[in-house]
């Protein structure tokens, strides 16, 4: 097994890469009960660089029993809401004391730019643990004037209580690993529950080494387990689970649906953030370079594996030859390279799979008639690099404007006026969010209520606040995450009515 060894990694990245990966289950580090593993390849190279446990249903069998005994062990139990806030302030501080090696692993793993795994991954991470450990201490119920009307005699005192929902199973995509990791792992803990993570197969290292540093935060054994593994073996056993009483899932809309109908069977409380295909919509007063400049960081960021990436571009007629060359002539300054180069602004594709699947996607729209105004290919033989691509040309139906690529790949559309536009931004199945580039408040104003996505950014993209909430209306999804509603997704209201 080897590295890129153009580029050297810390000390501490190089060790945590060469120990043996095991599972944590109930604070014990064990490989899957059948011993399989599975494969850790560098997107950068091709190359096999790690092997994680392949566990199965026995294995996550064993994780949930694990979390609930800790749920219910009174270490846990009996902590306080500031135990579990100076834990999670605790586990934010340990992420950052070790953010280089994090952002190393992250790298190797998923293939992005460290300067931007660092930058986004790890810092972002890091701020949302401080965030919602700040919420452990505000979670309330209310006091209730009750009526009770056949009760006229007596008096009541009635009031609500919020309670962790139990066990959490977290199952996380590969895009943003620790990160992802973070927002699940985070309110979950913050609200009492114990957890159960599984990480995506493509990137599961970042999750390990995160449990590594709960353990020595000092969250109690067994509130957080991480189990490796198949989405169809593991994650499919955990979303069945009849001892899990959350899932919360991240990744695409068809696994998504696959997740709830299994937690559907046990009533399992089930938060989904799923794909989208978001508009970023440019105005004929918009300034066409800068418009130009946040429509290719919207899709190109993180190679455009960003559930909300700016896949669709619509820009207004009087302006759309300049902002489409200008988006053209972004995408080919972009340096792509391996992650561990301080040069490269881009990376690899996560897989094979996935760099296939974009190819695949950008091959559609040729056949569909659409233009290729730059990229379109592989670059190279080795790794998984794919030119950032501009088409342009192709209709609503075509399949690249309608399903999520999940890559560098923009299709690009002008309109005439704003009910053709919102039509064009409404019209996939997906509702997670749109970016408007102009400064006519009017027409801004106008637009905002008529666009169905749960996120609608105005002269930016992408820009996340832990305390906005973020989620999807129509396929992308179900439930928000951030902000104080997330608490309400991890507890139970209990009603309280004494007659005194
Ligand atoms: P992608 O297709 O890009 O890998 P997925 O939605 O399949 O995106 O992956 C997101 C997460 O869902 C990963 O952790 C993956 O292991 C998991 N997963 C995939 N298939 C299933 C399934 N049938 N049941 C539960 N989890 C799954
Ligand atoms: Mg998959």
């Given at each position: 097994m080897?590295?890129?060894?153009?580029?050297?990694?810390s000390e501490a990245?190089a060790?945590f890469?060469?120990a043996p990966k095991?599972?944590l289950?109930?604070?014990h580090?064990?490989?899957?009960?059948s011993?399989?593993t599975?494969d850790v390849?560098?997107?950068?190279?091709?190359e096999v660089f790690?092997?994680v446990p392949?566990?199965?249903?026995?294995?996550i069998?064993?994780?949930v029993?694990?979390?609930?005994?800790?749920?219910?062990?009174?270490?846990?139990?009996?902590a306080r809401?500031?135990?579990r806030?100076r834990?999670?302030?605790?586990?934010?501080e340990?992420?950052e004391?070790?953010a280089?090696?994090?952002?190393?692993?992250?790298?190797?793993d998923?293939?992005k730019p460290?300067?931007l795994?660092?930058?986004?991954d790890v810092?972002q991470a890091?701020?949302?643990?401080?965030?919602?450990a700040?919420?452990?201490t505000?979670?309330?119920?209310?006091?209730v004037?009750a009526?009770?009307?056949a009760?006229?005699?007596n008096?009541?005192f009635?009031y609500?209580r919020?309670?962790?929902?139990?066990?959490v199973?977290?199952?996380?995509?590969?895009?943003?690993p620790l990160?992802?990791?973070?927002?699940?792992?985070?309110?979950a803990?913050a609200?009492?529950c114990?957890v159960v993570?599984?990480?995506a197969?493509?990137?599961?290292?970042t999750?390990?080494?995160f449990?590594e540093?709960a353990?020595?935060a000092?969250f109690?054994a067994g509130?957080?387990n991480?189990?490796?593994?198949?989405g169809h073996?593991?994650?499919?056993?955990l979303?069945?689970?009849?001892?899990?009483n959350k899932?919360s899932?991240?990744?695409?809309t068809?696994?998504?649906?696959?997740?709830g109908?299994a937690?559907m069977d046990?009533?399992?409380?089930v938060?989904?953030?799923?794909g989208?295909k978001?508009p970023?919509?440019?105005?004929d007063?918009?300034?066409?370079?800068?418009a130009?400049a946040?429509?290719?960081?919207?899709v190109?960021?993180?190679m455009?594996q960003v559930?909300?990436a700016g896949?669709?571009?619509y820009?207004q007629r009087?302006?759309?030859?300049?902002?489409l060359?200008g988006?053209?002539?972004?995408?080919?300054k972009?340096?792509?390279?391996?992650g561990?180069?301080p040069?490269?602004?881009?990376?690899?594709l996560?897989?094979?799979?996935?760099m296939?699947?974009?190819?695949?996607?950008?091959?559609?729209g040729?056949?569909?008639?659409g233009?290729?105004?730059t990229?379109?290919?592989?670059?190279?033989e080795r790794?998984y690099?794919?030119?950032?691509t501009v088409l342009?040309?192709?209709?609503?139906?075509a399949?690249?404007?309608?399903e999520?690529?999940?890559?560098?790949?923009v299709?690009a559309?002008?309109?005439?006026?704003l009910?053709?536009?919102?039509?064009l931004?409404?019209?996939?199945?997906?509702?997670l969010a749109?970016s408007?580039?102009?400064?006519?408040?009017?027409?801004?104003q106008?637009?905002?209520?008529?666009?169905?996505?749960g996120?609608?950014?105005?002269?930016c993209?992408?820009v996340m606040d832990n305390?906005?909430p973020f989620?999807?209306?129509?396929?992308s999804?179900?439930?928000?995450?951030?902000?104080?509603?997330l608490?309400?997704?991890y507890?139970?209201?209990?009603?309280?009515?004494?007659?005194?």
């Open positions: 080897s590295i890129d060894h153009e580029f050297p990694l990245a060790r890469i060469a095991k599972n289950i109930g604070g580090w064990c490989e899957a009960q011993g399989l599975l390849r560098n997107p950068a190279t091709g790690a092997r392949a566990a199965d249903a026995a294995d069998d064993q994780a029993r694990a979390a609930r005994s800790a749920f219910e062990s009174q270490g846990w139990r009996g809401p500031i135990d806030e834990w999670l302030l605790k586990l934010a340990l992420v004391a070790n280089q090696e994090l952002a190393e692993i992250e790298t190797l998923n293939g460290v300067t795994a660092r930058r986004v810092t890091a701020d949302f643990l401080r965030y919602i700040g919420w452990a505000k979670i309330e119920g209310s006091t004037e009526s009770a009307p009760f006229r005699k008096e009541f009635a609500t919020r309670e962790p929902v139990g066990v199973g977290a199952i996380i995509p590969w895009n943003f990160l992802m990791a973070a927002w699940k792992v985070g309110p803990l609200a009492g114990t993570l599984k990480p197969e493509d990137t599961p290292l999750a390990l080494r449990a540093l353990l020595e000092g109690p509130v957080l991480v189990v490796t593994g198949f073996i593991a994650g499919a056993a979303a069945a689970h009849p001892g899990v899932i899932f991240t990744g695409s068809q696994v998504g649906k696959l997740i109908k937690a046990n009533m399992t409380r938060s989904l953030e799923l989208g978001s970023v919509i440019v105005l007063d918009a300034d066409p370079k800068a130009a946040g429509a290719a960081n919207a190109f960021f993180n455009g559930c909300v896949s669709r571009l820009v009087g302006i759309f030859d300049a902002v060359e988006v053209s002539a972004g995408a080919q972009l340096r792509i390279g391996p561990l180069d040069n490269s602004q881009l990376g690899p996560v897989s094979e799979k996935q296939n699947r974009v190819r695949g996607y950008i091959q559609s040729i056949d569909d008639g233009r290729v105004l990229g379109g290919e592989r670059i190279g790794g690099f794919v030119k950032p342009t040309g192709l209709g609503e139906q399949r690249i404007v309608q999520e690529v999940f890559g560098p790949v299709v559309t002008p309109f005439d006026d009910d053709e536009v919102v039509k931004a409404n019209s996939t199945p997906y509702g749109a408007i580039w102009s400064n006519d408040l009017k027409r801004v106008r637009l905002i209520p008529r666009i169905e996505a996120t609608v950014w105005v002269n993209h992408g305390a906005l989620g999807g209306y129509k396929q999804g179900i439930g928000r995450e951030m902000g104080s509603s608490i309400d997704h507890t139970e209201t209990k009603s309280v009515l004494m007659m005194l």
